[in-house]
C-alpha cells in the first residue's frame, strides 16, 4: 500500500505550500528525493520556494496557484495535478475568535477554509485515488479539534470536523489501499501563531514536519506532533461537560 507510493522519485501535491509547517515538509520531501507541485495563492511566494527546494534536493519542482475557497476552480485544478502518488493538505486560517463572532463574513472564511474547502478539493483527491487504487492523502487538522475550548471554539469545531471528515475518509479508501493521515499539532510556531502569548508546548514548524515525514513513511492514521500531545488529549478527554464549561482556556 503505501510503500508502493511513498518514496524517492514520487510526485507529492502539497497544497498550502506556502504555509509554516508545509515550507518545513517541503523541505523534508526534497531532502529525500520527492518531486514536489507546490500549490498556493501566492505566486510570488510559490516562486522562490519552488526554486529554492530545486537547488536544495535536486528534484522536480511545478508550481500552480490554487485558492481554497473558489470551490468551482477545484476540479480542474485537481485535473492539473492529478499526476501525483501523494496529497498533503496545509491550508488553514485562524481567524481571531473575537473578530470571527462579530464579523459573519470572517468566521465565515474561518469555518469554509479548515472545513468546506478541504472536503472540496478532497472529494475530487480521493475519487481519483479510489479509482487508481493507489496514493496516499495526509490533512492538518489540530489537537484544538479534539475539544472545543471557550477561546478558540469556532476554529476548534471547523477542525473537528474536518478530524472526522478524515476518519471516515481513511475507512472508505482502505479497502482500495489508499492511505489517510490525519496531523494533529499542537501550537507551532508560524505565522498563523505569531504574537500570541501563552502557548503551551510550542513547537518549531522543522520538528512538526519532521514528525509528519515519518507518520507518511510508516503510513501512521494519526500522527500527534510534539508525541506528548496524544497523552495530554487523551487525558481531556475525560474531563466531564460539567467541568469543561468552568475552565477558562
Ligand atoms: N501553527 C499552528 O500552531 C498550528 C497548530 C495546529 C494545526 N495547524 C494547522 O496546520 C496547517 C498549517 O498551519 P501553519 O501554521 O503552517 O499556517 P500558516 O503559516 O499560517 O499558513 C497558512 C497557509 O494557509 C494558506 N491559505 C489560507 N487561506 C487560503 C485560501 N483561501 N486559499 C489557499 N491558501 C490559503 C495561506 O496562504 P496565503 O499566504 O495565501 O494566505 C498560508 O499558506 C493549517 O491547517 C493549520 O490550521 C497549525
Same mark, same amino acid.
Given at each position: 500500500?503505501?510503500?508502493?507510493?511513498?518514496?524517492?522519485?514520487?510526485?507529492?501535491?502539497?497544497v498550502g505550500a506556502t504555509s509554516g509547517i508545509a515550507k518545513e515538509l517541503c523541505r523534508e520531501f526534497a531532502r529525500h528525493g520527492?518531486?514536489?507541485?507546490?500549490?498556493?495563492?501566492?505566486?510570488?511566494?510559490?516562486?522562490?520556494?519552488?526554486?529554492?527546494?530545486?537547488?536544495?534536493?535536486?528534484?522536480?519542482?511545478?508550481?500552480?496557484?490554487?485558492?481554497?475557497?473558489?470551490?468551482?476552480?477545484?476540479?480542474?485544478?485537481?485535473?492539473?495535478?492529478?499526476?501525483?502518488?501523494?496529497?498533503?493538505?496545509?491550508?488553514?486560517?485562524?481567524?481571531?475568535?473575537?473578530?470571527?463572532?462579530?464579523?459573519?463574513?470572517?468566521?465565515?472564511?474561518?469555518?469554509?477554509?479548515?472545513?468546506?474547502?478541504?472536503?472540496?478539493?478532497?472529494?475530487?483527491?480521493?475519487?481519483?485515488?479510489?479509482?487508481?487504487?493507489?496514493?496516499? +492523502?495526509?490533512?492538518?487538522s489540530t489537537v484544538a479539534g479534539e475539544r472545543a475550548r471557550r477561546s478558540n471554539y469556532l476554529y476548534g469545531s471547523a477542525k473537528?470536523?474536518?478530524?472526522?471528515?478524515?476518519?471516515?475518509?481513511?475507512?472508505?479508501?482502505?479497502?482500495?489501499?489508499?492511505?489517510?493521515?490525519?496531523?494533529?499539532?499542537?501550537?507551532?510556531?508560524?505565522?498563523?501563531?505569531?504574537?500570541?502569548?501563552?502557548?503551551?508546548?510550542?513547537?518549531?514548524?522543522?520538528?512538526?514536519?519532521?514528525?509528519?515525514?515519518?507518520?507518511?513513511?510508516?503510513?501512521?492514521?494519526?500522527?500527534?506532533?510534539?508525541?506528548?500531545?496524544? +497523552? +495530554?488529549?487523551?487525558?481531556?478527554?475525560?474531563?466531564?461537560?460539567?467541568?469543561?464549561?468552568?475552565?477558562?482556556?
Open positions: 500500500m503505501i510503500e508502493k507510493t511513498f518514496g524517492k522519485g514520487c510526485r507529492v501535491l502539497v520527492f518531486n514536489l507541485v507546490l500549490a498556493a495563492r501566492d505566486e510570488e511566494e510559490l516562486a522562490i520556494l519552488g526554486a529554492d527546494l530545486k537547488i536544495r534536493g535536486n528534484v522536480e519542482v511545478r508550481v500552480v496557484t490554487f485558492d481554497a475557497l473558489d470551490y468551482d476552480s477545484h476540479p480542474a485544478f485537481w485535473e492539473s495535478c492529478s499526476d501525483v502518488d501523494g496529497v498533503v493538505c496545509c491550508f488553514g486560517v485562524l481567524t481571531d475568535e473575537a473578530t470571527a463572532r462579530r464579523d459573519p463574513k470572517a468566521c465565515r472564511v474561518l469555518i469554509e477554509t479548515n472545513y468546506n474547502a478541504n472536503v472540496s478539493l478532497l472529494n475530487e483527491v480521493a475519487n481519483s485515488f479510489e479509482e487508481r487504487k493507489r496514493g496516499f +492523502i495526509c490533512v492538518l473537528g470536523g474536518l478530524t472526522a471528515y478524515t476518519e471516515g475518509l481513511r475507512s472508505r479508501l482502505f479497502p482500495a489501499g489508499v492511505s489517510v493521515t490525519t496531523v494533529k499539532p499542537g501550537p507551532v510556531d508560524t505565522g498563523m501563531t505569531f504574537g500570541m502569548d501563552k502557548l503551551p508546548l510550542l513547537a518549531p514548524p522543522e520538528k512538526v514536519a519532521s514528525d509528519i515525514y515519518r507518520g507518511l513513511r510508516r503510513g501512521a492514521d494519526v500522527v500527534w506532533t510534539p508525541a506528548p500531545w496524544r +497523552i +495530554i488529549m487523551g487525558l481531556l478527554r475525560f474531563v466531564p461537560a460539567s467541568l469543561w464549561k468552568r475552565m477558562d482556556f
